[in-house]
Nanobody, 124 residues
Framework: QVQLVESGGGLVQAGGSLRLSCAQS????????IGWFRQAPGKERELVAA????????YYVDSVKGRFTISRDNTSNTVFLQMNSLKPDDTAVYYC?????????????????WGQGTQVIVSS
């Protein structure tokens, strides 16, 4: 099993940047691909970005391409989401999630481990 803890959320003005962190721990660290999801009030949870643990392949939803970058540090077992040019529509609770390695990155139901979430608020 793997435990996930997010950090780095906060309040930022439109056009600003934030970097979210997802720290992994547990017996199976290193055996999971990691995704960042977000959920805004009244909306479904959305997969924003994901990264494969082995070859660093990535996935981004169209709305964040060119603005968000997902990366990982194997030494610290941490995955980052660098968010630039933030917009009010990016306001949501952001969740880190893990799936068993080797599956498609963009299949939402494959993600089975979840962190507690971190709030991001982008003011206009």
């Amino acid at each position: 099993q793997v435990q996930l803890v997010e950090s780095g959320g906060g309040l930022v003005q439109a056009g600003g940047s934030l970097r979210l962190s997802c720290a992994q721990s547990g017996r199976t660290v290193g055996y999971h691909d990691i995704g960042w999801f977000r959920q805004a009030p009244g909306k479904e949870r959305e997969l924003v970005a994901a990264i494969r643990w082995t070859d660093r392949a990535t996935y981004y939803v169209d709305s964040v391409k060119g603005r968000f970058t997902i990366s990982r540090d194997n030494t610290s077992n941490t995955v980052f989401l660098q968010m630039n040019s933030l917009k009010p529509d990016d306001t949501a609770v952001y969740y880190c999630s893990a799936q068993v390695r080797g599956l498609r990155l963009d299949v939402v139901r494959s993600y089975t481990y979840w962190g507690q979430g971190t709030q991001v608020i982008v003011s206009s």
